[in-house]
């Protein structure tokens, strides 16, 4: 194992901060030495990139807390303007060398303006004479704002012309930061996607204290087998072994198993996880109602879930016009003669079915169609008159509302508009059985 | 700080230096900003302008003139001079006092700030343009017992042009009035100006007076530096020769340009290659700054040299690094790779016959250029960092760098261009 090494800092605070960042121990090595000691003049910038979880974030502000760097944190999510952004920095480098009291915001509406009052601030707060680190999470916001921003704090050493450092983190690589017109290229660094051995490592680190390592150890282990495949996301495996330990746990506390007994206690977990993928793991149940099945001993998977819930009660005429716009938004034009006119004559099916149409247009996603289409479906295969209402009228523009049909093209309201039809196949057929209408036999791709 | 000081710079800590040489002495005067008394070339609009302008002033009504040029051939400073020599003759009780108000478009920040600009020249009320409008209204159509006539110099008209053109009407708008005494003379550089941007109750106003300034020929910017060197021998006579008869390149890129030099340069005589080129554009003040930079090449080429004179050779250099385009050496000094993805985007234009490409399919050109020469293959993202420097130095053209591969790629300059740079080694 390579140990943490550099002259500039302590041994003690070295081997803590090792034990703090777990398998990440090549890029803190790497950064230390970037960093150098305190008076040295680090890279004008650097950029981080990795996957979602995979310790940015957190190995920058274990390794400036630890070590004691003076330094700013700022989430670009957080502060969305450009204003918010150098207003925040200013204010967390006011309360960087602590002591003093906290002083009133300062207003800073340019970059020309964030300049000035950084140099003052530097100098009012005595660190021209140490790197100070200036970390932007979540560095591809910085691209929507204003063009200059980015650029600018890519070469800030420069422009202030003092010991600064800027680290951006981001989860999206620097070919797509480059601005057009060109900038400083900062030095980027890859922090790699943590192994199964790595999470393992890290997920059995902080075992609950009752039970022993090894049998955490075990649990971690099976957890991995069964989800490593679909997830490799640190944070989601860590909550979905929080939340699924205490079932592995019940044949030992009920006493029909103990700690040594792998198998047992894989049997017994293995088709709960399985379940959990399912339906915690979707977000289907929520992690609460999970921890309360789980308590109240509930077969899970009883709940019937977030997406279940797709039954929608509709007007009369709603759910013919959205049987309407299905259909209009699904089957070729070309077909309407054949499936709605009452005496149609002879279309013989060879004609009608084009041979080399492959692909069903269920897999291309639904087609627009004008509303007079739609409106004669609709008389078509409601069997009553319908007269042409206001109501009707408001019913197909609250449909749109509702997000049920979608208007393409807002270019013009009232001539000729086209919409789109956007349910799923199943739950417009939930739809038609409450209408008794055969949807099935209505649609080209099921003919 | 007292409370109506006046603006000024600080001054300087020493004394300006005298020019010390021939060649300082020649850039002193060739300095655009050294307008001379009297603009050689320009006696005809000169006198247009001045009888214009006196005629109006001994009437006692109003009027307006538009004088139009291409930059560059004394429109201003004829215009200036002409506003000298009235208030010479008004001071010698030749012709009525008058008063004379400037503006320029350029520098307001707002065309109705021109308002303000007027109203202050003349009162030296400060009040918000809505007001000083009023004001203004106010002051022109009135009748006063003993006013003065007022000239009001209209620089950079285009530049006053606002969706309603309210500005260029009011102020087109205020000499028609009966007893305004407001003579305009409006400056821009087209010559259509009138017809193009102006309502028609706004170009109806400002009437037909007008007076194009033609482009000098190469003959009169001659004369130009001539005069302007009158006594100072610094310059050979050729050189001057071809200074005012190179204003015109065509521009058809660098290659053009360069082509044309280095024929010249095998040829004997100068003046016979350069008769062919008409001296179209016709700007003096390149012509000055080519002639400037001359004296500065001279003086560096040569320091020991006693009798220092500008020859041909100077001036040749000089034209050379105006007009010469910095694209093909940018070309020639980029890098190896950089190079090989020009050469992979003029096989890809030619492959699909479309000026046009993305990123993806210049890649695989580039792979194959790279296979044939045997060098190793770069990765994508280092292509993207060679193909965005291009852009950046602007020899592509390029799209946000937000779509990746799928940016498209165009070359900034002729494919021509691109392979006669490429192909010498």
Known sequence: MPNLEHPAYPAAALLHLEGLVPCRESQVSMLLSIF?????????????????????????????????????????????????????????????SCETEPTSPVPCDTFNDFVRLFKQALVS????????????????????????????????????????TVVLLSEIVWELFRPNVGCFDPLTLYFPDYSIGHLQKILSQNHPPEYTADFYAAYINILLGVFYMVCRDLKELRHLAALNFSKYCEPVVRGEANERDTRKLWKNIEPHLKKAMQTVYLREISSSQWERLQHDGGEPGQLKGLSAHTHVE????????????????????????????????????????????????????????????LLAILYSIVDKRVAPTANIFSQITSLVTLQLLSMVGQNDQLEGPRYKCTVSLDFIRAVARTVNFDIIKYLYDFL | TPRNATPEIPRRSHAAQKPASVLEEAR??????AVPESLPCREEEFQDIYNFVESKLIDGTGGCMYISGVPGTGKTATVHEVIRCLQQAAENDELPPFQLVE?????????????????????????????????????????????????????????????????????????????????ILAIANTMDLPER????????????????????TYKQLQHIISSRLKDVKAFEEDAIQLVSRKQYIPRAGGMTARVVIMHSDKMSGFSSVWHNVAALSGDARRCLDICRRATEICEFAEPKRSPE??????????????FSSPYINAIRNASLHEQIFLKAILAEFRRAGVEEATVQQVYHQHMALCRIEGMQRPTVSEMMAICSRLGA?????????????????????????????????
């Open chain 2, 103 to 183: 503006i320029n478009g350029m520098k307001l920040t707002d065309p109705h700030q021109a308002y303000v600009q007027i109203l202050e020249l003349l009162t030296g009320q400060k009040v918000t343009a809505t007001h000083a409008a009023v004001l203004l209204a106010k002051l022109f159509n009135t009748p006063g017992p003993k006013r003065k006539t007022t000239v009001l110099i209209v620089d950079e008209l285009d530049l006053l042009w606002t969706r309603k053109q309210n500005v260029m009407y009011n102020l087109f708008d205020w000499p028609t009035q009966k007893h305004s005494k407001l003579i």
């Open chain 1, 314 to 373: 509709l007007p009369y005429y709603s759910k013919f016009l959205l049987i309407a716009a299905y259909l209009a938004s699904y089957n070729p034009v070309r077909t309407d003669k054949r499936f709605f006119l009452k005496h149609h004559g002879k279309i013989k099916k060879t004609n009608f079915m084009k041979k080399h149409e492959k692909t069903s247009n269920h897999l291309l996603g639904p087609k627009p169609f004008p509303l007079d289409r």
């Open chain 1, 125 to 164: 707060r005595g660190l021209q004479d140490q790197t100070l680190y200036i970390v932007l999470d979540r560095a591809e916001q910085l691209r929507e704002m204003e063009a200059n921003i980015l650029p600018a704090f890519l070469r800030l050493q420069e422009l202030t012309d003092s010991n600064v």
């Open chain 2, 197 to 216: 941007i102006m309502m028609n109750r706004v170009a109806s106003r400002l009437g037909l007076t007008r007076m194009a300034f033609q482009p000098y």
């Open chain 2, 28 to 33: 002193l005067r060739l300095h655009v900003s």
């Open chain 2, 309 to 322: 004179i500008v020859g041909m050779a100077h001036v040749t250099e000089a034209i050379d690094e105006m």
């Open chain 1, 36 to 96: 150098g000691e305190r008076q040295q003049f680090s890279f004008p910038s650097i950029f981080i990139y990795g996957h979602t979880s995979s310790g940015k974030t957190y190995v920058m502000q274990t390794l400036l807390k630890t070590l004691q760097l003076p330094h700013v944190f700022v989430n670009c999510v957080e502060c969305f303007t450009s204003r918010l952004l150098l207003e925040e920095i200013l204010i967390q480098l006011q309360s960087c």
């Open chain 2, 393 to 425: 130095s602007r020899l592509l053209l390029l799209e946000a760098s937000n779509k990746y591969l799928h940016m498209r790629v165009r070359l900034n300059l002729s494919q021509d261009d691109v392979m006669y740079a490429l192909r010498e080694e």
